[in-house]
């Protein structure tokens, strides 16, 4: 009796050291394999093997949003949930990896700051590896981008080299890449001298997207890429008042310009171009708060939202964003560079209409324009509103007083539908005492 219950003690201390073993037992899953294939008209991307080409946004939220609207990808990063969620939906990652800038007081001289930041990107992308969601690892945001006088250290593009030759010996599955922000023969040269291991390339344009295919070409860039951001023409890129203010598209014209970037710029490259991301995903303060955002913080969208689904998917959302003409401050528009005297008295005006014929509802506002504007809008605040001023925001057309201290502001209208759309246009002006 003793033995039986000696020998079915030994069974079950042998079942459960199995279970122990299993629980603890590393993550070995391998993801999906995703590959670049070069064919006789170009580049493909591949993941199992299946065609695939990339339809992203830049997000941190609203990911079931890119998914639902025809979306199969997103540019976002580790923190939070964010890849498990992606995974979750069947959403592919451009995993944005941390290697810092210079412009972050990141220095490429210190071998120690190197060597910690090596081993934290190369940790990372041991943790993620095995999630399926994973489509590229992307080292940095911009590393060409420095302070004005500052030369480019060549050490960055050793770094990154040497970090995509660990990555593809730890995961031969996922294509390692950068992004540029500034495409210049200079940067371009000693990116591809400096990190020939990187397997793409990816390009965060604007106005000036028509142009890259021509000029990535013309400086040697012969792998494939990808548009990392694109949209609206960038407050660098557009005309100035006198006092220097840029003046903004509508959103009117930001989605025409999306639609027409989309399909002359992205679809029209074949041969390098494997898709893109297009930006930004969000409500977003850069300049103003309605620049590059493609909905606003309550999540209305605008027109572009709508744009994107009908790239996406081909057909058009079933109720569309109102449109935006014009707007005016008496019968000036932003760009006749508007001088307004404290304290008198104007009209604001805007011509809009709706595609669905549905009701339409204003609200307007004042800010003054904005003082500090630190890189990609980090921790940039919205100006406040400056109250008082208008007699009743609630309407199309409003009359309103100019401010009494002397300085820039902006006259700002947001159209909405009633059904989670809306448009928006702003003009600057400049008061005098």
């Not at 030369?151 to 960055?156: E, G, I, L």
Request: proline content about 5%; overall charge negative; charged content about 25%.
């Amino acid at each position: 009796m003793l033995r039986l219950f000696s020998a079915m003690r030994m069974k079950q201390l042998v079942f459960l050291s199995l279970i122990l073993l299993l629980s603890c037992k590393p993550e070995t899953n391998p993801g999906i394999k995703v590959e670049i294939v070069k064919n006789e008209s170009g580049y493909q991307l591949t993941r199992n093997g299946e065609p695939f080409y990339i339809k992203g946004a830049v997000a941190w939220n609203k990911f079931d949003l890119i998914r639902l609207y025809g979306g199969n990808a997103v540019r976002t990063s580790t923190r939070g949930n964010r890849l498990e969620l992606a995974d979750s939906l069947g959403l592919t990652c451009m995993v944005n990896l941390p290697v810092r800038a210079e412009r972050d007081g990141m220095d490429y001289n210190d071998s120690l700051a190197v060597k910690e930041q090596f081993e934290k990107v190369i940790g990372m992308v041991e943790k993620y590896k095995g999630l399926e969601c994973v489509l590229f690892w992307s080292l940095g945001n911009e590393l060409d981008w420095i302070p004005p006088g500052v030369p480019n250290n060549k050490k960055v593009w050793t770094h990154l080299n040497n970090l995509a030759i660990k990555i593809h010996e730890i995961d031969p599955d996922h294509p390692v890449m950068t992004t540029i922000g500034s495409v210049h023969k200079e940067v371009m040269d000693d990116f591809i001298k400096g990190a020939p291991e990187i397997d793409l390339l990816g390009f965060n344009e604007y106005g000036n997207i028509l142009e890259l295919a021509d000029r990535i070409r013309e400086f040697g860039w012969t792998k494939p890429y990808v548009f990392t951001e694109w949209g609206p023409s960038g407050f660098w890129q557009v005309p100035l008042t006198s006092w220097d203010a840029p003046i903004e598209e509508t959103s009117s014209m930001k989605a025409e310009l999306y639609k027409l970037r989309y399909e002359e710029a992205i679809l029209a490259d074949h041969e390098m171009c494997l898709g893109s991301f297009v930006f930004l995903w969000n409500q977003h303060q850069e300049r103003t708060h309605t620049w590059f955002g493609m909905f606003d913080k309550d999540w209305n969208e605008t027109e572009a939202v709508g744009v994107m689904q009908y790239e996406w998917t081909g057909e058009w959302p079933d109720n569309s964003a109102p449109g935006l003409d014009s707007i005016f401050i008496d019968d000036h528009t932003a760009y006749g560079s508007i001088i307004l005297k404290a304290g008198s008295s104007h009209t604001g005006s805007v011509y809009t209409s709706d595609p669905d014929g549905d009701t339409l509802f204003f609200s307007w506002e004042i800010l003054s324009e904005g003082t500090k504007f630190p890189y990609g809008g980090r921790g940039e605040e919205k100006p406040p509103v400056v109250p008082g001023l208008i007699e009743d925001s609630t309407k199309q057309f409003i009359q309103f007083k100019a401010p009494e201290s002397e300085g820039a502001y902006r006259l700002f209208v947001y159209i909405y539908d009633g059904h989670n759309h809306f448009a928006t246009a702003n003009i600057p002006f400049y008061t005098v005492e």
